[in-house]
């Protein structure tokens, strides 16, 4: 048994005190910005990537890891808690969680979401161990014209699954693979958009831009409005679910999983789709599906396993194709990068002990997350209060001194102002950055995948269409932004992100 | 011109994404084409250029077209704050080090909430240095400048 062994050996990577350290502060810290108002998970580890340098490349991943999944949960808590949910993935679990909040069984909403959680992320590692290497076994076959279209397959669907207007935000995307070729052209060594500034030779830096679109900008936009936070938090009875409602939950767990693991591995997505998905689908199979929008403990389940698998899964093509799913996937590989990785299908097989480590490490950071929410629940609660004006001069700080120390250069802090501005001028009109910072990620591989497919080809343009695979992907591509720009479909679109 | 203009958003989206493509081809023209089995470092971005151009187009005359919603206002107190107080923090990073940098950028942008209390800024700025020197520069061994350059050091 090749899994045995691997998983073998993937404990034996994670579960060196190193390591447990890492994922325990990961999963930790994500849990605090998922509680914490006004701070996403791609912004997080953006401000983090710079703390984790200093690591060993497990260590690093396995804490990166940590805090993103982490970040999923803590997003739960305050749905429940308080009706505002600390990410995008938790939105849904607000119309339920809080319900069953307001009925007095807060501590029920709350352990069905971990439970819920623990159980959908235990299978979608089992997922990401059983289809990793299969897939990257079909990944070695990839030539550079496969790659490409998965590439252009990969952006269209980032493209289908944002907010706001298509036409836009395939312009967002082009903009990023422009920027990305910012730096030195690796055939010639030509300096390309560089204005002669020597600091950009290298192109620029991933986190500059993502502290500046997701970070810098957002602050400014929730300095718009500064809400009053509710501080009035729910109080927390009893934990325990009665029998009724563990059998109520048992189902739409089940379904929530399938479907949360299913959508997770779609590019552009990550875990917000497959929360939706799942609690449409649930209020529809559901028998108890009237109850929904009234506190349904299955509302608070489906969504819940949805979400963490899905956070879970989106690792499989980041993994074992080095195509990211979503920002935080990209930020990863920028991570990597830096740590001398280089992602793709080949990391299994040079680096098992990297890869089966992270596999099993979620699987522990999970376990990880029960611990530290159900008992210490009272503690989150307390920091979903902090006031968002001490909040963001401490993220502006670690954004700065982070961004300093990349490099040790003034100019990164100056580019992430300006990037900070741009992304504000996009968020005014609409235009979502995360399909920018994926272009921006994987500009540079496009490119040069496209000059070695025409080089193999001798400039035949065709070649993306007469390998099956290459057209299979490109096909699926454009039958995505087709579907999402009928007009029946672009209405469904735009209600669910609606609501 | 305003009356014209029935999506401000669609506009100006159009306009920028016009800008950036029109400069990009323009600044690319000296690096050479090539051909497509053998590709310049021009051609690539060319390519991205003209569709960028003909997206910014499109999103241009739709503007004049179809009703949309109007851009809405910027917080300008808040933008100008937490650039100008980010540039500042570069600039005298080095010089005056983050002993003093650190403490003018969590002053100058908190100044930009509107909750915004002289005695609590002073204990966040106190608070936020006293930690970075002590994560960042003791913790992670990053070598920050704690007391900068114009102080002799």
């Known amino acids: 048994m090749e899994l045995i062994a691997n998983i073998g050996l993937g404990f034996s990577t994670a ?28 912004a997080t580890i953006a401000m983090l990537l710079p703390v984790t340098f200093t690591l060993p490349p497990v260590s690093a991943l396995i804490m990166l890891a940590g805090i993103y999944y982490g970040s999923q949960y803590g997003g739960s808590t305050t749905s429940i808690l308080v009706n505002v949910p600390g990410e995008a993935a938790s939105v849904v679990t607000t119309l339920d ?8 069984r807060a501590g029920v909403a709350l352990t069905t979401a971990a439970v819920g959680s623990f159980f959908a992320g235990t299978v979608a590692t089992l997922l990401i161990a059983l289809f990793a ?3 990257a076994a079909i990944a070695l076959k990839f030539g550079p014209a496969e790659f490409f279209s998965l590439i252009v397959l990969g952006l269209l669907a980032a493209i289908v699954l944002s907010r706001g207007s298509l036409l836009h935000a395939v312009g967002m995307v082009v903009l990023g693979l422009l920027l990305g070729l910012v730096g030195a052209d690796v055939n010639t060594g030509i300096q390309r958009f560089t204005f002669g500034i020597p600091q950009l030779a290298d192109g620029i830096g991933f986190v500059v831009v993502a502290m500046g679109m997701f970070g810098i900008a957002e602050i400014i936009r929730n300095l718009e409005n500064e809400e009053h936070r509710s501080t009035i938090v729910s109080k927390i009875t009893s934990l325990m679910p009665t029998r009724e409602d563990w059998k109520r939950m048992i189902a739409p767990i089940l379904r929530g999983t399938a479907i949360g693991s299913a959508l997770g591995i779609l590019p552009g997505s ?5 929360a939706f998905a799942a609690y449409a ?23 819940e396993s949805a979400n963490n698998a899905g956070a879970q899964t989106s690792f499989i093509p980041m993994l074992t194709l080095g195509i990211p799913s979503n920002p935080v996937m990209a930020l990863m590989i920028g991570a990597m990068i830096i740590q001398g990785i280089q992602p793709g299908p080949s990391v299994i097989t040079e680096q098992p002990a990297l890869f089966w480590g992270i596999v099993v490490s979620m699987w522990i950071g999970n376990l990880f997350l029960i611990v530290l929410n159900l008992p210490m629940i009272g503690m989150w609660v307390r920091m ?24 040790n250069t003034e100019f990164d802090i100056y580019l992430m102002a300006l990037f900070g501005l741009l992304g504000y001028v996009f968020v005014k009109l609409d235009c979502e950055p995360a399909p920018m910072l994926l272009a921006f990620i ?54 669910a992100f609606r609501e | 011109m305003s009356q014209l203009i029935r999506n401000g958003k669609d506009f100006w989206t159009g306009a920028i994404y016009i800008v950036f493509g029109s400069a990009a081809i323009i600044i690319s023209r000296d690096y050479g084409m090539g051909t497509a089995v053998k ?22 005359v739709r503007s004049f077209l179809k009703q949309g919603s109007p851009v809405g206002a910027f917080a300008l107190k808040g933008l100008v704050l937490i650039i100008t107080s980010i540039i500042l923090f570069g600039v005298i990073v080095r010089g005056a080090g983050v002993i003093i940098a650190l403490p003018a950028l969590v002053i100058i942008s908190s100044y930009a909430s509107s909750r915004f209390r002289w005695q609590y800024a002073l204990v966040l700025a106190a608070g936020l240095t006293v930690f970075c020197i002590l994560i960042f520069q003791k913790g992670l061994g990053v070598p920050l400048p704690i007391l900068g350059s114009w102080f002799g050091q």
Do not use: W
């Not at chain 1, 990550?270 to 497959?274: D, H, K, P, R, Y």
């Not at chain 1, 559901?286 to 403990?297: C, L, M, N």
């Not at chain 1, 065709?462 to 096909?475: D, E, V």
């Open chain 1, 15 to 42: 579960l060196t005190p190193v390591n447990l350290l890492y994922c325990l502060a990961g999963v930790f810290l994500g849990t605090l910005i998922g509680v914490l108002p006004g701070l996403g998970p791609t």
């Open chain 1, 97 to 104: 969680g809080y319900q069953m909040a307001l009925k007095g």
């Open chain 1, 133 to 135: 290497s299969p897939m």
């Open chain 1, 270 to 274: 990550g875990s917000i789709l497959g």
């Open chain 1, 281 to 303: 689908i649930e209020k529809k199979v559901s028998k108890h599906g009237k109850e929904f929008g009234t506190g349904a403990i299955e509302g608070v389940a489906a969504p």
């Open chain 1, 384 to 407: 979903v209060s902090v006031p968002y004006h001490y909040l963001f001069p401490a993220i502006l700080v670690f954004c700065g001194v982070g961004v300093f120390s990349l490099n």
């Open chain 1, 442 to 495: 994987l500009g540079p591989l496009m490119e040069e995948y496209m000059r070695r497919a025409l080089l193999l080809s001798r400039g035949d343009p065709m070649i993306f269409l007469q390998r099956p695979i290459s057209a299979t992907l490109l096909a699926l591509g454009v039958l995505a932004i087709v579907a999402a720009s009928l007009p029946m479909f672009y209405k469904k679109r735009e209600e």
């Open chain 2, 39 to 60: 590709m310049g470092p021009a051609y690539f971005p060319t390519i991205l250029s003209i569709l960028l151009i003909l997206i910014g187009v499109i999103s241009l």
